[in-house]
C-alpha cells in the first residue's frame, strides 16, 4: 500500500565502509530522486531518474552513484563513507505533467557513519 | 537561478494562536508554488499548491495565495493545533524546462505547545 518505500530506515555504518539505500514505487510514475537532508533540515537534491534515464546530476561526489533498474527503482549506493555523509536520504517521485510536480516523498534513511 | 526564501524559524505558538510562514520566490517564466509538511521522523507531503497567480491553496485548515507582483506564498492558518508541530517547506517548480527540478526553500519549524 505504501506509495514510496525505502530502505532500510536506519543505516548505521564505519567510516570507509560501503553501503546500498533501495527505493521502490508503486505510483506508476516516471521520474524518481534522492534527496539529502542534513541536520539542520536543509534539503538538498542530489539525483534525478526519468525513465531510468538519470537527468539531474547535482554536485554530488562520485563516491556517490544511482542505479535505476526500471521505472519503480531508484538505489543509491555510496562508497567510502565519509563522517560528512550522516544525513537523512529521502527517496521521492513524481509524474511531470504540465510543469505541476506533486512530489511524493519516502519515509527516509537515516545513516549515521561512525 | 530560482531560488526559494522562508523565514528559518524555530517558530513557538501556543495552541489556538494564529501562524504566518513568509515566502518569498525568485524564478523566470510561471512556476508552481508548494507548500510541503515533514511531520517528525517522516518524509515530506505535499500540504497545499497554487499553480498560477491569485490561486489559493488550501488543506487541513492550512491556505496559501500565490501572488505574482509580491512574488510571495504565505503560509497561515488561523487557530493551530499541537499536532501542527513539524517542519514546513515552501517550493517551486515548473518554471522553465520538463525536467526542471523543484526547489526548495530552507524549512521553517513550527512548535506548537498547549
Known amino acids: 500500500d505504501t506509495a514510496v518505500s525505502q530502505t532500510p530506515k536506519y543505516l548505521v555504518t564505519q567510516m570507509g565502509n560501503d553501503k546500498s539505500i533501495k527505493c521502490e514505487q508503486n505510483?506508476?510514475?516516471?521520474?524518481m530522486y534522492w534527496y539529502k537532508q542534513d541536520s539542520k533540515k536543509f534539503l538538498k537534491i542530489m539525483f534525478s531518474?526519468?525513465?531510468?534515464?538519470?537527468?539531474i546530476n547535482e554536485t554530488v561526489p562520485n563516491r556517490f552513484s544511482p542505479k535505476s533498474p526500471d521505472k519503480a527503482h531508484l538505489n543509491l549506493h555510496i562508497n567510502s563513507l565519509e563522517l560528512g555523509d550522516s544525513a537523512v536520504y529521502f527517496c521521492?517521485?513524481?509524474?511531470?505533467?504540465?510543469?505541476?510536480?506533486?512530489?511524493?516523498f519516502g519515509p527516509g534513511t537515516r545513516l549515521l557513519v561512525l | 537561478g530560482n531560488s526559494v526564501t522562508q523565514m528559518e524559524g524555530p517558530v513557538t505558538l501556543s495552541e489556538e494562536a494564529f501562524l504566518t510562514i513568509n515566502c518569498t520566490y525568485t524564478?523566470?517564466?510561471?512556476?508552481?508554488l508548494f507548500w510541503y509538511v515533514q511531520y517528525p521522523g517522516e518524509g515530506l507531503q505535499l500540504l497545499l499548491k497554487?499553480?498560477?497567480?491569485?490561486d489559493k491553496g488550501s488543506n487541513k485548515g492550512f491556505e496559501a495565495t500565490y501572488r505574482k507582483e509580491t512574488t510571495s506564498f504565505h503560509l497561515e492558518k488561523g487557530s493551530v493545533q499541537v499536532s501542527d508541530s513539524a517542519v514546513y517547506f515552501c517550493?517551486?517548480?515548473?518554471?522553465?524546462?520538463?525536467?526542471?527540478?523543484?526547489?526548495f526553500g530552507p524549512g521553517t519549524s513550527l512548535s506548537v505547545i498547549p
Open positions: 531518474y526519468n525513465n531510468k534515464e538519470l537527468i
Open positions: 524564478a523566470t517564466g510561471y512556476p508552481s
Open positions: 505510483l506508476g510514475h516516471d521520474t
Open positions: 517550493a517551486l517548480s515548473g518554471s522553465g524546462a520538463s525536467y526542471d527540478k523543484v526547489i
Open positions: 497554487a499553480t498560477k497567480a491569485d
Open positions: 521521492a517521485s513524481s509524474q511531470p505533467r504540465d510543469f505541476q510536480e506533486t512530489q511524493y
